[in-house]
């Protein structure tokens, strides 16, 4: 068992491009859930067409990947409206439902043989995302690696972790900035009573549309990030549980903070690999009986994921606030 | 009340209101009151709120049925009734909480026509409710700015830049620390309205809804669950609102507070009003006390 390489490979998940893109995901559903009360089920849908859009407007329609981008995060916007209209009105739970449901359709849209010229369909599309690698300052030779053991990227990693980190760094940023506005007042206003913001004369409708465009152009953001990673998009990457992880990040460290997606976004990921490392190192140990072993055997991510559930199932139960949380505004709840 | 809130428009509105001492404004918006006719539906001199045709019924059961009701401007108007009279119904259509089946209402001099809650509050029309709406997780103050009208920092692209706003959220706030001063509560100031008593968080709500200068304030039952010696202060407050020239229209049950602070008291019964006058009258008709009083005297209530 070499621990060395079990944190090496946990690290390089906390900080890698996975963890940026779920800690952007859980900003924007921040948001929605942790400042505005909105139970969007649906944040993997803004992933989902910041990611679609980027990689079909270059890989399809040929277009350079700077005007990618913004298509795919004016598609996460567009999203936003077109939900925002009928269901904003109507109580929160009809909200979670057609946002879980919407971001299912479009998955299944995008991915429907029907789609196969548009969207590469059930087949993954691809683009060259060298537009944005030529202007990677890291060296970026076969045997370049930054890094200690396996915590270590190479350099188009590199170049992908730090736009993203100081992408995420600059959002949060601006998210501190309207949230302590009185913007964010009335968005928390509309949380905890909406007749109330109301009677003072808000326009409930229209804060809460804010928000959700908001949330949903930074969820875009994690897709675009997600479509220069992986160079391409694949609907298989976009199913529903994508929303639960971003729910895990956001709730593991604190909803409704300014650090606690972030720093549930890279604890989500570190804990995940950790686990998964450690059960991959422990199954091909001699002293393990047979069984065991076998049952580990290739199980080691699906039970690293159930792992995770239990550590939120606990976290909700002793620490509902999340990491960064207020004990005290979580037991006024109660009252 | 601060002395800079225009004084209401017409003719019983005296040039300048804050000349004049407290009895003597009294007694000029008082006194006209006094020479309407006691009867249903009864013009008034003045009047901040007139409705016609006022319907609203939940399947079978009619809850609001007012022919017309005129609200005189710049008094305290009870709305008292039984149980299930329609008074908070009344109150939810009137603000744009509930939609009328049928009617139309005017509010200062402007048809409503198309009620929505956050513009009649834009309006100047602003209420409380009957189960308190404090934010919980927003402190006192916090809670307080809310109130504050045409706030630069509430648009979002004004948001982030915070000397855009930075001036109006001060004198917002010191007018907050004012309020909370009168109404007792600045210790609390920067606590969590969450963890005030329930008669706090009434005072809170009022506080708060004056927060906008409103030229109408609609308390649904103020001072419900309300120990005694803040209900005192509540009621106190209420008397100073209308002397500073703000419309008072409240839901009651208390007869004893009714006649002490009304000029004004409407009786509604199964949605209709069967009576309005000043308090004395009211309490002595006989249709009222047949609705209303009656049953207080059979010793169904405390």
Same mark, same amino acid.
């Given at each position: 068992m070499d621990f060395d390489i079990i944190f090496g490979n946990a690290a390089r998940a906390a900080f890698g491009p996975e963890a940026i893109i779920l800690a952007l995901a859980a900003i924007g559903l921040n948001i929605h859930f942790g400042f505005t009360g909105l139970l969007n089920f649906g944040q993997v849908g803004f992933i989902m067409l910041g990611a679609y859009g980027t990689s079909v407007a270059v890989a399809t329609f040929g277009w350079s990947l700077w005007v990618g981008i913004p298509i795919g995060l004016f598609l996460a916007l567009a999203l936003a409206v077109a939900l925002g209209i009928p269901t904003l009105r109507l109580h929160a739970v009809m909200f979670a439902i057609v946002t879980i449901a919407a971001a299912e359709i479009i998955r299944i849209l995008i991915g429907s043989t029907d789609a196969i010229g548009l969207t590469g369909g059930p087949l993954s599309v691809s683009f060259d995302a060298g537009a944005f690698f030529d202007?990677? %300052?890291?060296?970026?030779? %076969?045997?370049d690696r930054y890094g200690v053991g396996t915590f270590a990227f190479t350099g188009q990693q590199m170049w992908v972790i730090t736009v993203g980190w100081v992408l995420v760094a600059l959002v949060s940023l601006i998210v501190f900035l309207i949230i302590r506005s009185p913007w964010g007042r009335v968005l928390k206003s509309i949380r905890e009573d909406e007749d109330a913001a109301r009677s003072l004369g808000k326009n409930v409708f229209w804060y809460k549309m804010q928000a959700l465009m908001i949330g949903g152009v930074i969820g875009g953001m994690a897709g675009v990030i997600d479509a220069i990673k992986t160079s391409g998009a694949d %609907?298989?990457?976009?199913? %529903?549980q994508v929303t639960f992880y971003t729910y895990t990040a956001l709730l593991l460290g604190g909803a409704?903070?300014?650090m606690g997606p972030v720093l549930g976004a890279i604890l989500f990921w570190f804990l995940r690999e950790w686990i998964e490392s450690f059960l991959r190192q422990l199954s091909a140990?001699?002293?393990?009986?047979g069984a065991i072993a076998d049952f580990l055997e290739g199980s080691e991510g699906i039970i690293s994921v159930a792992m995770v559930g239990l550590a939120l199932v606990l976290l909700m139960l002793f620490r509902p606030q999340g990491i960064t949380g207020n004990r005290i505004e979580m037991q006024l709840d109660a009252r | 009340m601060p002395a800079d809130r225009p004084p209401p428009e017409g003719p019983s509105a005296p040039e300048d209101r804050s000349m004049l001492l407290d009895s003597a404004r009294r007694t000029t918006e008082v006194e006209p009151i006094l !020479?309407?006719?006691?009867? =249903?539906g009864v013009a008034k001199p003045n009047p901040i709120l007139t409705m016609d045709g006022l319907r609203r019924s939940f399947g079978g059961l009619t809850a609001v049925d007012v022919d017309h009701l005129e609200i005189e401007r710049g008094i305290v108007t009870a709305l008292i009734g039984p149980n299930g009279a329609g008074k908070t119904t009344l109150f939810n259509l009137l603000t744009g909480f509930d939609r009328a089946d049928h009617g139309r209402w005017e509010f200062n001099g402007q048809m409503? !026509?198309? =009620?929505?809650p956050d513009r009649l509050a834009r309006r100047g029309m602003v209420r409380t409710f009957q189960l308190t709406k404090s934010l919980a997780k927003l402190s006192v103050l916090q809670n307080m700015l809310l109130g504050a009208p045409n706030q630069m920092g509430e648009r979002l692209w004004a948001a982030p830049f915070r000397h855009l706003w930075r001036n109006q959220e001060r004198t917002n706030t010191e007018r907050a620390d004012e309020l909370l001063e009168q109404f007792n509560l600045a210790r609390m100031r920067d606590e969590l309205a969450g963890t005030l008593s329930g008669g706090q968080r009434k005072l809170l709500e009022v506080a708060r809804a004056l927060m906008s200068d409103p030229a109408l304030v609609m308390l649904d039952e103020p001072m419900a669950g309300v120990n005694p010696a803040l209900a005192q202060s509540l009621l106190g407050h209420i008397t100073q609102l209308a002397l500073s020239g703000v419309s008072v229209v409240y839901i009651e049950h208390d007869m004893d507070v009714v006649s002490g602070i009304s000029d004004w008291v409407v009786v509604l019964a199964q949605g209709r009003v069967i009576a309005e006058g000043g308090p004395w009258k009211v309490i002595h008709d006989e249709s009222v006390i047949d609705a209303y009083l009656g049953r207080r005297r059979a010793g169904t209530e405390a």
């Open positions: 202007l990677n %300052p890291y060296a970026d030779g %076969p045997q %609907p298989n990457g976009f199913r %529903p409704a903070t300014y140990e001699a002293w393990l009986p | !020479t309407v006719h006691p009867e =249903p409503v !026509t198309s =009620p929505s």
